[in-house]
């Protein structure tokens, strides 16, 4: 799991739950891929996150080094600032741990890179 | 026995790893998807040349994002089939995976996806695989979560296999009730072959429905050849991956930067023949 992915996966699908976000990350194995840079993307796609809850991801793995705790206005002229977030949000990955519903408490297992967010069906809604 | 794969088992138990090898290395399976996906790009309407996020709906192993990442996108991929699931990540795909049901409904946080994409997967909610399973009541959630993650003025554009009128019918009301405004654009509607369908869900306020590829009244046979060898380059006019003209533009490039290349033969970009 990528950290994009986890700046917008919630566990609102639960019964009784009214957000499910942000649901918090406990990593047993994290790794890190290279892929390509694409600034245009980054750019695109910064105003859409949640950044505090990048930042805290990102810290709780281990991987919040160099990451400012607020975005200043002008990010998009940061090569620099791009960069950091492409290796945060597409490079790292989760490969086995678990996810927190902040509500619930229920939690959902991370394994071989992938989030099961699949329900028993007491849970659906 | 039907031939539909959605008749004969849960999706989760119908692909598995056998299944789920088999359909990812056999060609003609690939081609398709391919080309139905660049299809679903096209209705997409997505800004010209700017790489969006998308979601892609029931992703399985990655055929469909595969098209997406050629065209420069970003996707995140959700799928109930572990195996398919397992297989996308051998392929190593750039797209991310979740693992999850869209009866569930769809679990990501507010506007946040460019547009949707679904390629052969929809026909399967109209099932009813456990006791639990009430079609309307999974359409239902799986459409307003759907909807209410969607960016303003996206859309959502599915290729899927109904059975019947009154499965299209049923799919296109729930699709309205969650506040979508759209249809079914139905390509080369004379063809037995070509026929697809495409329900086509737009956020932003009613606009035309998309026109459908193949319903002049000239030679339809004409119309689909020409479809087909349009599909050998994507919408912005690059070849699609793995193809020949791909491969040979990626030769040239190799050699105008003196790079050691293989001379082309007949050979360049042809399938093998499977086995050695
Ligand atoms: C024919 S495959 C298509 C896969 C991929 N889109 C492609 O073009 O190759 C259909 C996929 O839909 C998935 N699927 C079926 N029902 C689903 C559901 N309720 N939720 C999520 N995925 C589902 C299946 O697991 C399978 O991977």
């Given at each position: 799991m990528k950290l994009i992915t986890h700046n917008m996966?919630?566990?609102?699908?639960?019964?009784?739950?009214?957000?499910?976000?942000?649901l918090a990350i406990n990593a047993t194995d994290v790794k890190v891929k290279e892929v390509d840079f694409n600034p245009e993307f980054i750019t695109r796609v910064i105003p859409k996150l949640d950044w505090e809850v990048l930042w805290v991801a990102a810290n709780s793995i281990g991987h919040?080094?160099?990451?400012?705790k607020t975005l200043e206005p002008?990010?998009?002229?940061?090569e620099d600032l791009l960069k950091r977030v492409h290796k945060v949000l597409l490079?790292?990955?989760?490969?086995e741990g678990n996810l927190t519903c902040p509500e619930s408490g229920r939690q959902f297992p991370i394994s071989k890179g992938i989030p099961n967010m699949l329900l028993t069906e007491a849970e659906v809604q | 026995m039907s031939k539909r794969p959605e008749h004969q088992a849960p999706p989760e138990v119908f692909y598995n790893e056998d299944e789920a090898r088999k359909y990812t290395q056999n060609s003609r399976i690939m081609d398709i998807q391919a080309q139905m996906t660049e299809r679903c790009l096209e209705l997409l309407l997505?800004?010209?040349?700017t790489p969006c996020l998308l979601l892609d709906i029931g992703?399985?192993?990655g055929l469909s994002g595969a098209v997406l990442e050629e065209s420069g996108h970003m996707w995140i991929g959700m799928d109930i089939s572990p195996a398919m699931l397992d297989v996308a990540k051998e392929r190593e795909t750039e797209g991310d995976l979740v693992l999850s049901d869209m009866g569930e409904g769809v679990p990501f946080r507010a506007g946040c996806f460019d547009g949707a994409v679904s390629v052969s997967?929809?026909?399967?909610?109209?099932?009813?695989?456990?006791?639990?399973?009430n079609p309307v009541k999974r359409l239902h959630q799986f459409f307003s979560t759907l909807y209410a993650c969607l960016s303003r003025s996206a859309r959502a554009v599915f290729q899927f296999y109904p059975e019947n009128e009154s499965q299209m019918d049923l799919v296109t009301s729930q699709a309205m009730k969650a506040g979508f405004y759209g249809g079914v654009v139905v390509d080369f509607p004379n063809s037995a072959k070509a026929k697809k369908f495409f329900l086509v869900l737009m956020t932003g306020g009613s606009a035309p429905l998309p026109q459908a590829l193949g319903?002049?009244?000239?030679?339809n046979s004409l119309q689909v050849k020409y479809a087909k060898r349009e599909a050998t380059r994507n919408i912005r006019g690059k070849p699609v991956k793995n193809t020949r003209a791909w491969i040979m533009e990626k030769k040239e490039r190799r050699r105008k930067q003196g790079k050691d290349t293989k001379p082309d033969t007949k050979y360049t970009g042809r399938k093998r023949s499977g086995r050695f």
């Amino acid at each position: 799991m990528k950290l994009i992915t986890h700046n917008m996966l919630t566990s609102k699908c639960l019964k009784g739950v009214m957000t499910g976000y942000p649901l918090a990350i406990n990593a047993t194995d994290v790794k890190v891929k290279e892929v390509d840079f694409n600034p245009e993307f980054i750019t695109r796609v910064i105003p859409k996150l949640d950044w505090e809850v990048l930042w805290v991801a990102a810290n709780s793995i281990g991987h919040g080094e160099g990451l400012p705790k607020t975005l200043e206005p002008k990010f998009e002229e940061d090569e620099d600032l791009l960069k950091r977030v492409h290796k945060v949000l597409l490079e790292v990955e989760v490969e086995e741990g678990n996810l927190t519903c902040p509500e619930s408490g229920r939690q959902f297992p991370i394994s071989k890179g992938i989030p099961n967010m699949l329900l028993t069906e007491a849970e659906v809604q | 026995m039907s031939k539909r794969p959605e008749h004969q088992a849960p999706p989760e138990v119908f692909y598995n790893e056998d299944e789920a090898r088999k359909y990812t290395q056999n060609s003609r399976i690939m081609d398709i998807q391919a080309q139905m996906t660049e299809r679903c790009l096209e209705l997409l309407l997505l800004p010209e040349d700017t790489p969006c996020l998308l979601l892609d709906i029931g992703c399985g192993s990655g055929l469909s994002g595969a098209v997406l990442e050629e065209s420069g996108h970003m996707w995140i991929g959700m799928d109930i089939s572990p195996a398919m699931l397992d297989v996308a990540k051998e392929r190593e795909t750039e797209g991310d995976l979740v693992l999850s049901d869209m009866g569930e409904g769809v679990p990501f946080r507010a506007g946040c996806f460019d547009g949707a994409v679904s390629v052969s997967a929809l026909q399967w909610l109209f099932n009813a695989d456990k006791k639990s399973h009430n079609p309307v009541k999974r359409l239902h959630q799986f459409f307003s979560t759907l909807y209410a993650c969607l960016s303003r003025s996206a859309r959502a554009v599915f290729q899927f296999y109904p059975e019947n009128e009154s499965q299209m019918d049923l799919v296109t009301s729930q699709a309205m009730k969650a506040g979508f405004y759209g249809g079914v654009v139905v390509d080369f509607p004379n063809s037995a072959k070509a026929k697809k369908f495409f329900l086509v869900l737009m956020t932003g306020g009613s606009a035309p429905l998309p026109q459908a590829l193949g319903t002049e009244e000239t030679d339809n046979s004409l119309q689909v050849k020409y479809a087909k060898r349009e599909a050998t380059r994507n919408i912005r006019g690059k070849p699609v991956k793995n193809t020949r003209a791909w491969i040979m533009e990626k030769k040239e490039r190799r050699r105008k930067q003196g790079k050691d290349t293989k001379p082309d033969t007949k050979y360049t970009g042809r399938k093998r023949s499977g086995r050695f």
